[in-house]
């Protein structure tokens, strides 16, 4: 997948969501067709930790089920890096579990960035995110 996008409003609920949770990394996936998402699904850091994220497993089957039963696919997971990097980290690069964009939302002051990267044989190649009305 070479972009992906996102609504304003989709890019609003993340920036919420990890800002309600920083400074610990907040995660979770967006579903949708094709490259564009219809929804962005929270799902809870099990490893509450600044510098990592583990995915809770019931609230990540759940999200599964629900996409599922909605049509959708799953096309990208975020978590936040509220204490930088922009970038994939090693440990991002190496835990990446499925072939959809990884997007990381990073802080510099007060501001949210997004960069989408698309992780494959133990290589993050950056990926487009277009942000739409
Ligand atoms: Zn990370």
Redo the contacts with the bound molecule.
Sequence with gaps: MHRLILTEQHWQEIQCHVESHSPL?ACGLLAGKNDRVEKVIEVRNQAQSAA??VMDPYEQLKAFEWIESNGLNLIGIF?S?PAGPET??V??IAEAAYAVVHV?VSRTGSNWKARGFWVEEGEAHEVGLQIVE
């Design positions: 990394e990592r994220f978590h890096h994939a980290s440990t991002d990381v």
